[in-house]
């Protein structure tokens, strides 16, 4: 399995921006779709977005659509998430993961591979 480590987390201001990364070893993480996740404190882990092997097809959760962007970089073994309009809402742990069968899915029990995530405060 593909080994998984985010950075980028970090504490910013309501409408603020910041940018995740996650570096991917192990394995070839072009054969991997790849997703981001977040969970809150009391709350259930979520979907956040995904990304196809090629990077050539997305999917997003309503909440985050039209303010976060996922992106990949096979040569450099890198997913990113690209995160605007920040909201209070949008506080959680963020956790990047793999699957290696192809197909989008928002499901977290379809990826096998996870990072240990970081940490976004969007403070009010």
């Known amino acids: 399995q593909v080994q998984l480590l985010e950075s980028g987390g970090g504490l910013v201001q309501t409408g603020g921006a910041l940018r995740l990364s996650c570096i991917a070893s192990?394995?070839?993480?072009?054969?991997?779709?790849m997703g981001w996740f977040r969970q809150a404190p009391g709350k259930e882990r979520e979907f956040v977005a995904a990304?196809?092997?090629?990077?050539?097809?997305?999917a997003y959760a309503d909440s985050v659509k039209g303010r976060f962007t996922i992106s990949r970089d096979n040569d450099n073994n890198m997913l990113y998430l690209q995160m605007g309009s920040l909201k209070p809402e949008d506080t959680a742990l963020y956790s990047c993961a793999g699957k290696p069968l192809a197909g989008l899915s928002n499901r977290d029990d379809d990826f096998p591979s996870w990072g240990q995530g970081t940490q976004v405060t969007v403070s009010s």
């Open positions: 990304i196809g092997r090629s990077g050539g097809t997305t």
């Open positions: 192990g394995s070839t993480f072009g054969f991997y779709v």
